[in-house]
C-alpha cells in the first residue's frame, strides 16, 4: 500500500472539488430539459425554462406520442438500423484498419493516403444523391446504412491502434503458421476492447444522430428515423399552434414542454446505453499479454 | 513509391476516371397511371399531414373532374423551408416529375433562381390568357406584375391582405397610469415610460428592430422600413435607409434604449424570452412579429395567465407632422412556379383557375369539406364539426396542403372561436389602418452581379454596420452622422442608384 | 517479411498477402464507391455557373471565375480572420481541454464516482445549439440574466454581453469547449485503458509518485492518440461550426465583427449561384486544409516515423 505524500491528498480533494464542478455545468443544463419537459406549459410560457419541475404533468409527453404518432415508430426503426448498422460498420472497419496497420504490406501507404485524402475533399450533394439513387437504395434503409459505414477518422484510430501494438504479440503465432485472419480473429482483436468500445460508442451515436440521409431518401414516413421525426416535430408544433385557433375555449397545447419532451425521448437511449458499456473501459486489458 | 504501389494507384485512378460516367441523369417518367395525370407541387411551409387528407383529395379531384372534365392526381409533397430548396434540385437534377414550385419571390433562395439567367421556369402568359380567366378577375394586377419578369409570367400568383399588423398593448396597465389609448408617439413614449415606473422588472416594449420598423417608428416620420424602397422628391426610387427622416427613427431607438423603453437586448433575445416577458407580465407592448393572428394567440396566453389582464390592439402612431402608417405588406408573396420540363402547365394554371372561380372551390380545397373538416356557422366564419376537439389538440383533420396559397379575394373564413373584441381587431388590422409600402412592389429584379452592385452591397452592409446597427442597440446616437454618411453612400454609389431608377422606371406597374 | 534479393512484384504481394487485401477489400470499394466517383464534380461544379437544371455537363463552364468572385468580395479578410482565430482558439483550449480532463478522471480513485463523471461529460453533447444558446441567453441577458445578476452582486457594473464583439471568440470557445468536452475524453480514456499496467509497477518500483507517473507513463503511452487527434483537429480549422454561431448569434448584427464565419458569410450573402459558390468555397478550404494536414502529418512522421495519420 503506497503511503500518500500530502501532496498527493491536497490533489485528490482539489480533483474532486473541480471534478464535481464541472459535472455539474455538465449535467444542469440537460436536467433544465428535462424537468422543462414534466412542467406545465403555462408555468414555462410564464417563467421560462426551469431546473425543477413547476406542476408536474406529463402532458408533453402525452401530447408528442399523440400528435406525432410515427415517434416510437421511428424509436424502433432508428434501434433497428443501430442493431443492423454498427456491428456492420465496424467489422469492416476494424478488419480494415487491422489490414492497413501493416506497414510491409505493399501499397500500405498509398491506401491509406487514399482513405485520409477523402476526409478533405469531397464531392457534393447531387452526385452523392444520384450515386445512392442509382444504386437502387432510394427509400430503403439501406441508403441510411451503407453511405454510412466507413468513417475515416475511426479508420485512423483502429490503425494507429493496432499499429502500437507490439509485433511480438503476433509473431509467435504467425511463426506457427497462422494467418493472418487468424491471428487478428484470436490475438489482436482481443486486446482491443477499449478501442471496440470507443468506435462502438462513435458509430452508435453517428447513427443515431443522423437526419440528413433519411431527409434526402425517405420518402416513406414509417421509415424515418427518431431525429428526423424530431426536427419535423418542431415544425409541426408550430403549425398545430396555429390550427389551435380553432379550439374553443383557451386551450393551451403544450407544444413548448413538448419540444423538450421531443429532446429526452430522442436522447434517453444512447444516454442508458452508455454507462453500460464503460465496463470495457477497463484498464489492465494488455497485463500479462506479452512476455518479453 | 514502391512498384506495387503504383500499379495500385494507377489501378485506382483508372476505375475513378471512368466511373463519374455513371452519374448520369436518370429519366423517369411518372404519369399518372390510369387516365388521371398525375400533378406533382412542392411545397416549403409549414403544414402538418391531416388525418381525412385522403377524402379531400378525393373530393377535390372529383369536383374538379365535374366541373372541368380532366382527372388528375394530386402529389403535394409538404417540406421545411430550409429543406426545400435542396429537395427540388435534387428532384430536378434526378429527373424527377415536378409541376409545381411554391415559393416566395424577391429572394435568392426563393423563386427567383428559376428565372434568372438560367431560365427553368414555363411562361405561363399565354396559358393564363386561354384557361386563368377566373385568376384576371380575382386576382389584383400588382400580384401579376410581381411574378412577371421581362413580360413573362413565370409563377401563378396568390394574393394575401396587405394589412397584417398591429401593436398589442396592456390596456389595463395603460388604465393604472390612468392613460388614453395612445395615438401619437408623444403619448406612446408617456405610456412606455409609465410601464416602466411601475416595477423595476418590467421592460416597457419587446420586439426587435425589423419589428420596430414594421409597426412604431419609420410610419410616424413618412418614410419605410430599411430595407424597403420609397421615392424621394425627385421621383428616384431610393433605399430606405437613406431617407432623411430615417435620422429621426434612429435617434429615437436610441434614446428609448437609454431610457429603458425599450428592450436593451432587442437584439438577441430569443422569440420564446419575448413570449415569457409578456406572458408574465412583465412587458408592456409586444411587438414581436406584430402580426395579428400571432398577436392574439399571445394575447390569449396573456389572460389564462392573469385572468385580469385587459389588452387591446392599436394602430399607427402619429408623428409630430401628423403621419402615421404600418408597414404595408406585399400584396403576392409569391406564387406556383411551373418548370420547363413539367408537361402539364396548362393543368396546373386550369388547377388554380378552378380554385378561384368559385368560392366553394376554394373553400374545399383550403378548409376540407363542408360538414366534414368544418361546418359553416354563418357569418362567414367556420367551427368544428361534432367530436373533433379532440383531434385538434392533437393533430388535425386536413390542413390545406391542396391549396397552400392564400386567395383572401375569394374567400377567408376565420374559425367561430374568435371574440368579438379579436374580430373587431382583425378587421380594423385588415382594413382601417392607413399603410406605406414598397415602391418597389410588383418590378421583378434580375439578378445582379456586376460590379457596382457588388459595390452597392458592400456599401449597404457598411452603413448598416455603422450608422444602423449602432443606433439600434443604444450604442451610439448616429443622428449627427447620418446625414454626411448618406451623401457620400449617394455619390460612392452613384451609378448603381442611377442604374436601379432607370430599371425602376421602365418596369413600374402602370 | 521479405525475403533478401527478391523484388515484391504485385504477384507475389497478392499471393502472399491476400488475406490482408481481401480485408481491406470492402473498404477500399465503398471509398471508391462513395468517395472517389463523386469527387471530381465537386471540381467540376466550382467551374461552372452550375445549375441542377443544366446538369453537370451543360451548365456554362466558366473557369475560375468563382473563384476570384469569392477572393475579392470586399468581406473576406474579416471573414478569414473570425474563422481562423475561432478554430485556433478552440485548438489550443477546447483540444487540450479533453486531454486534461481525461487525466484528471484517469486520477479518480473511488470507481462510482468516476464512472458517475465519465457518464455525466457528454451530456452537452446531445443538446442541441439552439437549446444551449436559449439556455446561455438566459445567462447573459443584460437585465435578468445569472451573469450580470452576480456581477451586481459583487460591485461591478454589468456587461452587454449581446453587444460586445469583442467578448464573443472567448464566449463562443467557451460553449464549445462546454458542449464538447466530454465527448472529447472518450478517445483518451479507452487510450489510457490499453496501458500496460506493468509500466506503473516499473515506475513505481523507480519511485515515482503520481505526478511523475502521469508524465512519464501515461502521457507517452497516449503520445500516439493525441498527435493522430491533433492533426485530425487540424483538418477542421477551416471549417467553422456554423451551427453554433446561428444559433448563439442569430440575427445579432453587432456580433457579426467577430463572430461571421465562412459559412455563415455565404449563408447570409446567398451569392449569386449558391450550388457554385459553396462548391467553390468548399474547394478553397479543402485545399488550404490538405496542405496544413499535410505539413502537420510530415512532421509527425519525420519525429516519429508512422505516427501521422498516413
Known sequence: MLKRTRGEKIFNVFNIFLLTLFSLTFVIPYLIVVSTSLSDELTVLRDGYTLIPKGFTTAAYEFAFKSSPILLRAILNSVGLLIVGVPMSMAVQFIAGYALSKRFLPGHRVLNFLMVFTMMFGGGLVPFYLLVRGLGMYNSYWSLIIPGLFSSYNLVLIRNFFDGQPAALEEAALIDGASYWQSFWRISLPTAKPLIATIGVFSMVSSWNNWYNAMLFISDINKYPIMLVVRQIYIDFNALVANAAAIQGITILPTETAKMAVIVIASLPIIIVYPFLQKYFVQGVMLGAVKE | MKKTGKRLLAALLLLVMCLPMMTGCDKKDVSGDGDATKLVIYYGGNKVVGANDAEVKAAIEEKFYQDTGNKIDLEVKVFQTSDLNTKVDLAIAGGEQIDGIISNVGSTTGLDRFVNENAFFTDLTPLIDEYGSALKEKVPQIAFDTVTSDGKIFAIPEIAYEGIYGILIRKDWLDDAGLPIPTTIEEFETALRAFRDRDSNIVPMVGYHWDMDRVILPGAYNCVQASYFYLDGNGNIMPGFLNPNYKTVLETEYNW??????????????????????????????????????????????????????????????????????????????????????????????????????????????????????????????????????????????????????????????????????????????????????????????????????????????FKNEILTPARNGLLNTSDKFDAAVESFKTANADYLAWMNEYYHEHKPE | MVIPGQRMTFKRAMKKYWVLYLMVLPAMVWYIVFKYIPMPTGLIISMEDYVPWKGLWKSNWVWFENYIRILTGGALPKVLRNTLLLSALSLVFAFPASIVLALLINELRNRLFKRTVQSVAYLPYFLSWTVVAGLAFNLMDTRFGLFNQVLKLIGLDPVRWYATPSLWPAILTVAKIWKTTGWGTIVFLAAICAIDTGLYEAAVVDGAGRWQQTLHVTIPAIMPTIIVTFILSIGQMLASDSEMIMAMVGNNEILWETAQTFETFVTNNVMHGTYASSATLSMLQNTVTFFMVWGANTLANRRESGSGIW
Open chain 2, 257 to 462: 434604449i437609454q431610457e429603458g423603453l425599450w428592450d436593451i437586448d432587442n437584439a438577441s433575445r430569443t422569440a420564446s424570452s419575448c413570449d415569457n416577458l409578456f406572458i408574465s407580465g412583465r412587458a408592456g407592448v409586444y411587438i414581436q412579429y406584430p402580426e395579428i393572428m400571432a398577436e392574439i394567440d399571445i394575447a390569449r396566453k396573456v389572460k389564462v395567465a392573469d385572468p385580469d389582464a385587459e389588452l387591446e390592439v392599436i394602430g399607427p402612431l402619429t408623428g409630430p407632422d401628423g403621419y402615421a402608417s404600418f408597414q404595408k405588406a406585399n400584396a403576392c408573396f409569391g406564387g406556383v412556379l411551373v418548370p420547363a420540363t413539367s408537361e402539364n402547365a396548362a393543368l396546373m394554371v386550369q388547377y388554380y383557375n378552378w380554385l378561384v372561380s368559385d368560392p366553394a372551390n376554394y373553400e374545399l380545397a383550403k378548409y376540407g369539406r363542408e360538414g366534414y373538416e368544418w361546418v359553416d356557422v354563418g357569418e362567414g366564419l367556420r367551427g368544428l364539426p361534432e367530436g373533433a376537439e379532440d383531434i385538434i389538440a392533437t393533430s388535425a383533420l386536413y390542413d390545406g396542403i391542396f391549396c397552400t396559397l392564400d386567395y383572401t379575394t375569394v374567400s377567408d373564413r376565420l374559425w367561430d372561436t374568435y371574440t368579438e373584441q379579436e374580430l373587431r381587431w382583425i378587421d380594423n388590422v385588415r382594413h382601417n389602418y392607413p399603410l406605406h409600402g414598397d415602391a418597389r412592389e410588383g418590378v421583378f429584379w434580375p439578378d445582379q452581379d456586376s460590379e457596382m452592385a457588388k459595390n452597392y452591397s458592400t456599401a449597404s452592409d457598411n
